[in-house]
């Protein structure tokens, strides 16, 4: 990436200092460079995307339980149809739909009264039978299905590319990535932080923002802010090239056990969220984990459980107690802001959160009321209810 370079030393100075070069970061970066905002410097511990950001193929979609979600979700969407032409960029976006298989009552009543909510935002979701969802995706067995909800504006992307989309552009209008840099600390002076340290030398600045994903959590700590961010492994598999070619097929989730497939260059892609993986900053791939994917597989999708795979993927989750994400300035560092959290949605809503960081450095009035995404919700006890869908 021809933003990804290693610092000898740090610029001295900033007016805005990020730290996170994944696909949050670069939003960041982004919008505030396009508002005329100058002198930003990104801190990368390793290279840009190399975090979460780094996952291959990524869902993006407006299916959400709760209005926020869905309004985060929604511009989100809009603004990866225009990437193309802002930030002018091709990320592989494939309007393929997402498709969720219910398997009882209770699932299809929530997800009728999230569809309802859906519609009144202008999201075109819509509850179908068993039979319409195998019509769109073919490897799907309804026997044991009560219904599915499907919206045909979701699907999927690539990360990497839309970090590479971001962070060129960025670039071009003077922001500094320090990738290879790790932050070491920080300084402050009654409720403001000064200065950033890293291992390549101290950047003095006015604002700070947190994007550090999974590693939020240290970044907090060292000034004493709370982001209660848990790093959670997350793996996903490619098959072997299929003969005949896959059909296209919409983001396919099995919604009770969280098992997820969909198409993937020559091939499909598996993935399924452990309930019993440990807190840790454990990437190491293994194909174990397979077996829970396979095991739900055979009563859904059982074509896939016999496929044979080839390599996969791991990364962390940024995960906060209600799923929900960190966005919003600091109660205690006024010039300390974060989005972090995001518990598996930060790809999907990182355009949106680019802007809504933008306008809280700009004290303008954000797209959306955030206020519920505060960290300290967890302090006073207004917890979100927690989103579910977390793939």
Same mark, same amino acid.
């Given at each position: 990436?021809?933003?990804?370079?290693?610092?000898?030393t740090?610029?001295?100075a900033? /007016?805005?200092?990020i730290i996170?070069?994944g696909v949050?970061g670069?939003s960041i970066a982004?919008?505030l460079?396009?508002?005329?905002?100058?002198?930003?410097?990104?801190?990368?511990?390793?290279?840009?995307?190399?975090?979460?950001s780094?996952?291959?193929?990524?869902?993006?979609?407006a299916q959400f339980s709760?209005?926020? @979600?869905?309004?985060l979700?929604?511009?989100s969407?809009?603004a990866?149809?225009?990437? *193309?032409h802002?930030p002018?960029?091709?990320?592989g976006?494939e309007?393929v739909?997402?498709?969720?298989? $219910?398997t009882?009552?209770?699932?299809a009543?929530?997800f009728?009264?999230?569809?309802?909510i859906?519609n =009144?935002? /202008?999201?075109?979701?819509? &509850? +179908?039978?068993?039979?319409?969802?195998?019509?769109?995706?073919p490897y799907?067995?309804?026997?044991?299905l009560?219904a599915?909800?499907?919206?045909p504006?979701d699907?999927?992307?690539?990360?990497?590319l839309?970090?590479?989309g971001?962070?060129?552009?960025? =670039?071009?209008a003077?922001v500094?990535?320090?990738?290879n840099?790790?932050v070491?600390? &920080?300084d402050?002076?009654?409720?403001?932080v000064?200065?950033?340290?890293?291992?390549h030398?101290?950047?003095?600045?006015?604002?700070?923002?947190?994007?550090?994903?999974?590693?939020?959590g240290?970044?907090g700590?060292m000034?004493?802010?709370?982001?209660?961010?848990?790093?959670?492994r997350?793996? $996903?598999?490619f098959?072997e090239?299929?003969? *005949?070619?896959?059909?296209?097929?919409p983001?396919? +989730?099995?919604?009770s056990?969280?098992?997820?497939?969909?198409?993937?260059?020559?091939?499909?892609?598996?993935?399924?969220a452990?309930?019993?993986?440990?807190?840790?900053?454990?990437?190491?791939?293994?194909a174990e984990w397979?077996?829970?994917?396979?095991?739900a597989?055979?009563?859904h999708?059982?074509?896939?459980?016999d &496929?044979?795979?080839d390599?996969?993927?791991a990364g962390?989750?940024?995960?906060?107690?209600?799923?929900?994400?960190?966005i919003?300035?600091?109660?205690? $560092?006024? @010039?300390?802001l974060?989005a972090t959290g995001?518990?598996?949605?930060?790809?999907?809503?990182a355009?949106?959160?680019?802007?809504?960081?933008?306008?809280?450095?700009l004290?303008?009035t954000?797209?959306?009321d955030?206020?519920?995404?505060?960290?300290d919700?967890f302090?006073?006890?207004?917890?979100?209810?927690?989103?579910?869908h977390v793939v």
């Open positions: 990436m021809s933003t990804s370079s290693t610092f000898r740090v610029p001295p900033a /007016d805005v200092v996170g070069g949050m670069a982004f919008h460079a396009e508002a005329g905002v100058d002198d930003i410097v990104v801190v990368e511990r390793g290279d840009l995307g190399s975090g979460s780094g996952k291959p193929i990524g869902g993006v979609r709760d209005p926020l @979600n869905i309004e979700g929604s511009r969407l809009r990866f149809r225009d990437f *193309p802002r002018g960029a091709d990320i976006l309007t739909g997402y498709l969720f298989l $219910l009882d009552a209770r699932q009543t929530d009728e009264i999230a569809v309802g859906q =009144s935002l /202008d999201v075109p979701s819509r &509850m +179908i039978t068993p039979h319409e969802a195998r019509r769109l995706c799907i067995s309804p026997e044991h009560v599915a909800a499907y919206s504006t699907g999927h992307a690539r990360p990497g839309v970090v590479r971001y962070a060129d552009s960025a =670039s071009r003077g500094t990535f320090a990738t840099t790790a070491t600390g &920080m402050t002076s009654g409720d403001r000064t200065a950033v340290h890293t291992d030398g101290v950047i003095s600045c006015s604002t700070v923002v947190c994007a550090a994903g999974a590693w939020s240290q970044i700590d000034v004493g802010i709370d982001l209660p961010v848990r790093p959670v997350r793996q $996903l598999a098959t090239p299929l003969t *005949p070619p896959a059909p296209r097929i983001f396919t +989730i099995d919604f056990s969280s098992a997820y497939f969909h198409n993937s260059d020559d091939g499909l892609l598996f993935g399924l452990d309930p019993g993986q440990p807190v840790g900053f454990d990437t190491t791939w293994t397979l077996d829970l994917f396979r095991a597989a055979r009563r999708a059982p074509a896939l459980a &496929m044979r795979t390599g996969g993927w962390l989750y940024e995960v906060t107690p209600d799923h929900n994400a960190l919003g300035r600091s109660g205690e $560092l006024d @010039n300390f974060y995001f518990s598996g949605h930060g790809f999907l809503q355009p949106a959160v680019g802007e809504i960081v933008r306008d809280l450095y004290d303008r954000p797209c959306v955030i206020s519920p995404l505060h960290a919700r302090r006073t006890g207004a917890e979100i209810r927690p989103e579910a």
